[in-house]
């Protein structure tokens, strides 16, 4: 899932290696004091797909990664449903620390952070963003974002195409929803021009 390359490879990858150092010594806002492990992104440097939830819960919190616990086990079969892998796309929060108790990003919190994520994608520069619940929608798009009602619709964000979707928590507890969520990611793969996997 390769994109022809703004900048060198090598230099993608030694940016956002020293990007995650610097995170990972963040002490910006209050939420230093109670992670475990900060989150910082992973993925392909050059991803043409990423894919932004709100800010890790207590599985990333723990192992330093971003979208590993349940949530993240339906996120990992949603990617591998539409063909690809991982390792293929770039997964990232807009919060890099876990909030106490999962609770939503306070607006500080999130102007504080927004920082890194933005950097992440001027660096990765990928195609299209899929942005996850609610919380990313209204970061993204201003307090009167919807995600029921702007979910599947491809909007712009600083130049770049971005589709809101359900985060996959939402999903766990809607079931239904996810053929939703499915017909979402049909339309980012014609926008990638790869074909949907036959189920
Ligand atoms: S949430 Fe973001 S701004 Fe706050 S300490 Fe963590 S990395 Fe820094």
């Known amino acids: 899932m390769k994109k022809d390359k703004v900048l060198l490879p090598k230099n993608k990858d030694v940016y956002l290696s020293m990007l995650g150092k610097k995170i990972t010594k ?10 475990n492990n900060v989150v910082v992104g992973e993925g392909d ?45 770039y997964i990232a929060n807009i919060l890099k620390c876990r909030p106490p108790k ?60 971005v589709l809101p979707t359900f985060h996959p928590a939402y999903l766990l507890m809607n079931p239904k929803a996810k053929k939703l969520t499915w017909d979402d990611m049909k339309k980012v793969l014609k926008e990638l021009g790869l074909s949907v996997p036959k189920k």
């Open 102 to 161: 999962n609770r939503d990003p306070l607006p500080h919190e999130v102007e504080n952070c927004i920082p890194y994520l933005l950097m992440q994608i001027d660096v990765i520069d990928p195609e299209i963003i899929v942005i996850l619940g609610r919380t990313a929608g209204i970061t993204f798009f201003g307090k009167d974002f919807a995600i029921t009602k702007q979910r599947g619709n491809f909007l712009e964000f600083r130049g770049k195409r």
């Open 45 to 89: 440097p050059d991803a043409r797909l990423m894919f932004i939830g709100e800010a890790p819960g207590a599985d990333e919190d723990s192992q330093g990664k971003p979208f590993v616990g349940k949530s993240g086990q339906l996120l990992m079969r949603i990617i591998e449903a539409m063909g690809l892998k991982r390792q293929d796309v």
């Open 26 to 35: 963040c002490k910006r806002c209050a939420l230093n004091i109670t992670r």
